[in-house]
């Protein structure tokens, strides 16, 4: 089936007198087990696209499907409980709480939707175990390294179970190894059935996935497998 599809996607911002078309008509379909990277300069849209894919905001025209419902005119509530659900988001510089282990850390999509403490901490331990972290679940953010850090946060994306993992700039904030470290465990969750969108401005980091789009004035670029899936 497929994850997301996309109809004349636009995104205008308006500030006073000034319009900006940040995304001018959009389309796009993306599979599920897909392992898709969106790549552009600074500018482009990038972050607009992926604010849109993840029901952080609405499209100022066009439609957006997510797994086949049409999320294009919901509130920000409706909105909310969507992304809470189908969404794992992975971010730059990590956004985890200072004060939580680990753990908690985890756990805390799993508060937000009202799942019990037994199951929460069992969930959270077994991807936490996926991640490669089943010795650091009471370690705080700053008795972690970098790439021990983006791991938490990996695994607090895949806790709630999301149909898409998408990660802006994960390796923005880590050294050459850790990013190849991180992107070998993109790799491991693509191969067990993950979809993953990957937002990035480098080249390197977005060979790493399966097909690469490339938004250039808000518009798509290009859309090609990359040169890894070509073999
Ligand atoms: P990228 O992520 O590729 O750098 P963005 O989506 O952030 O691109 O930005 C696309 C365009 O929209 C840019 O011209 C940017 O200045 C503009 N833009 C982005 N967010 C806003 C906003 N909240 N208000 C006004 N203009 C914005
Ligand atoms: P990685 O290769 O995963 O980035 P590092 O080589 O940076 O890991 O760190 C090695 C070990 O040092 C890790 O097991 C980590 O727990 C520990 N460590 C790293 N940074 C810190 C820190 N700021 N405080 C405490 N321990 C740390």
């Known amino acids: 089936g497929e994850v997301i599809v996309t109809d004349n996607l636009w995104k205008t911002y308006v500030m006073g007198d000034q319009q900006v078309h940040a995304l001018r008509g959009v389309d796009l379909r993306i599979r599920r087990n897909e392992y898709v990277a969106i790549m552009g300069p600074s500018g482009s849209g990038k972050s607009t696209l992926m604010n849109l894919i993840g ?3 609405s499209p100022s025209y066009g439609r957006y ?3 086949e419902h049409d999320v294009s005119q919901l509130d920000d509530d409706q909105l909310a409980r969507i992304r809470n659900k189908e969404i794992g988001f992975v971010f730059q ?5 200072a004060r939580a282990t680990s753990l908690h850390n985890v756990e805390l999509p799993l508060i937000y939707n009202g799942t019990p403490a037994a199951e929460r901490i069992e969930r959270a331990k077994e991807v936490l175990t996926q ?5 650091r679940m009471d370690h705080k953010p700053n008795e972690l ?3 021990q850090r983006q791991r938490v946060a990996i695994a607090r994306a895949l806790v709630n179970r999301p ?3 998408l990660a802006d700039e994960p390796t923005g904030n880590l050294d050459s190894k850790t990013s190849v470290e991180i992107m070998a465990l993109f790799d491991d969750l693509h191969a067990k059935g993950n979809t993953i969108v990957l937002v990035t401005h480098e080249p390197d980091i977005a060979e790493f996935a399966h097909r690469v789009i490339s938004i250039r004035d808000g518009s798509v670029a290009s859309d090609h497998p990359s040169s890894r899936a070509r073999g």
């Open 145 to 147: 390294s970098g790439g």
């Open 93 to 97: 510089t990590f956004n985890l709480l």
């Open 65 to 67: 499907w997510l797994n």
């Open 55 to 57: 029901c952080l905001d």
């Open 131 to 135: 991640v490669g972290l089943e010795s």
């Open 163 to 165: 149909s898409i993992i």
